[in-house]
């Protein structure tokens, strides 16, 4: 019977055997839910970048205008960078372009992710998509869902995100065994609601201190994307 796991901070990769697993990273607030979006609304890929000087390389081998930087560290928006949110890169003009993205977890965690079978990016706005591509795709495979977390710390948002998908998986009907902390993290989802878990978390409480409340609503939306951005040769393209 294949597996689900759920670790619970991006660190907790390195102890993994990963060439033989599907892996799914989530950064609910924000990394992998700007991802979804970008693609979502006709970005070409996204490029996951450790830093603000790796992000900067990137870009210099690219023509001006076919790109946009965006990215932050430590919550503060790079000097020059687009502010990394769903909402505020929906302000850019993003269609046909690539987004150079840095993070301080998100992107971090899709790089330590390189060496899987398949690589994917999660959040809540396009759970079910990702779900449904693994069911038809992989159904006998071991499935890791990647929590960001933050600096080596756990975060809610990211572990009730990864019980929404264990929830999906459980509604496909196909047995899959699951972790002790896949079970808790379907528990705590099936329990509570999104936007309330989201800004009760430490990271939701932090953005709605900003005034960023409607970032944190969008990112409680449900399965309303059909893209699943899948790591290739270093870019979140959408799955084909």
Do not use: W
Request: charged share 25%; net charge negative.
């Amino acid at each position: 019977m294949s597996k689900i796991h759920v670790l619970l901070k991006k660190e907790e990769l390195d102890a993994q055997r990963l060439p033989d697993k599907v892996v799914v990273v989530l950064d609910v607030l924000f990394a992998t839910t700007s991802i979804v979006t970008a693609l979502a609304h006709g970005a070409v890929e996204v490029v996951p970048t450790l830093d603000r000087d790796a992000a900067l390389r990137d870009a210099a081998h690219r023509p001006a205008g076919s790109y946009v930087l965006a990215g932050e560290l430590n919550a503060v928006t790079l000097t020059g960078f687009a502010h990394p949110t769903p909402l505020a890169l929906l302000e850019q003009d993003l269609a046909g372009k690539t987004v150079i993205y840095s993070t301080t977890n998100g992107t971090v965690a899709l790089s330590k992710s390189r060496d899987a079978v398949h690589a994917f990016a999660a959040s809540l706005l396009n759970a079910e998509a990702v779900v449904d591509r693994i069911e038809r795709t992989f159904p006998n495979e071991t499935v890791l869902l990647v929590c960001s977390g933050s600096a080596d710390n756990f975060n809610l948002e990211d572990f009730y995100g990864a019980g929404y998908l264990v929830s999906l998986f459980a509604r496909h009907g196909v047995p899959r065994e699951l972790s002790d902390a896949a079970m808790a993290a379907q528990m705590l989802h099936d329990g509570a609601d999104a936007f309330e878990c989201l800004a009760s978390s430490r990271v939701g409480r932090m953005m709605l201190s900003r005034g960023l409340e409607r970032e944190v609503r969008f990112a409680a939306r449900k399965s309303c994307f059909e893209v699943v951005p899948e790591l290739r040769e270093g870019c979140m393209r959408r799955a084909t």
